[in-house]
C-alpha cells in the first residue's frame, strides 16, 4: 500500500510536515502545493481506525485554511489564540473565516494565559488576562479551556 506510519506516543497518532523535511528548512507553498501536501498527509498514512482526526493548522485565513475547509469535510474547527491584541485578530479572522466557508466554531480556547515562577508560584498574566474571554463574548462562542 506505500503508506507513511504515522509516529505514535501515548496511543495518539500523529502526522507533520514537520516530519518530512529538514529541521531548519522553511515550508514556503502556495495553492496547489499546500493542498497536495495535505492530502499526502490524510490520504498516504496508515491512520488506522480513528475516532476523530485533529488538523491543527497555522494562523490566519490563508491557502492552507481554505483549501481544507473547501475540500474536506469537517466537523467543526477550534479557534486557539493568546490573549494578546494581536493573536486575537487573527483569532477573530479565522472564526469568521470558517464560519464563512460554512465549518461550525466549536469554540475558543485561550492558550498561554498565565506564567508560574517556577520559585515562589506567583502568577503573572504576561500576555493579558481575558482577551479570549471578551472575544468569545463578541463572537458568542464558548470558551472550551
Known amino acids: 500500500e506505500n503508506l507513511m506510519r504515522p509516529l505514535k506516543n ?8 514537520g516530519f518530512l523535511v529538514e529541521e531548519t528548512a522553511p515550508v514556503v507553498w502556495r495553492g496547489l502545493m499546500v493542498m497536495s501536501a495535505v492530502e499526502k498527509l490524510l490520504r498516504q498514512v496508515d491512520w488506522g481506525q480513528l ?8 494562523p490566519g485565513t ?10 474536506i469535510p469537517i466537523a467543526g474547527a477550534v479557534i486557539i489564540s493568546t490573549p494578546q491584541d494581536v493573536a486575537l485578530l487573527d483569532a477573530r479572522k479565522g472564526a469568521e473565516m470558517f464560519r464563512k466557508v460554512r465549518v461550525p466554531v466549536l469554540g475558543l480556547v485561550q492558550n498561554m494565559s498565565v506564567f ?16 479570549v474571554k471578551d472575544l468569545a463574548k463578541t463572537l458568542g462562542l464558548d470558551i472550551l479551556g
Not at 501515548?10 to 510536515?17: L, P, V
Not at 508560574?116 to 482577551?131: L, R, S, V, Y
Open 10 to 17: 501515548y496511543g495518539i497518532a500523529c502526522m507533520s510536515m
Open 116 to 131: 508560574q515562577c517556577p520559585k515562589c508560584k506567583h502568577e503573572t498574566h504576561i500576555f493579558g488576562a481575558d482577551g
Open 62 to 71: 490563508g491557502d492552507v485554511q481554505l483549501s481544507v475547509s473547501q475540500n
Open 51 to 58: 475516532d476523530y482526526l485533529v488538523i491543527d493548522m497555522p
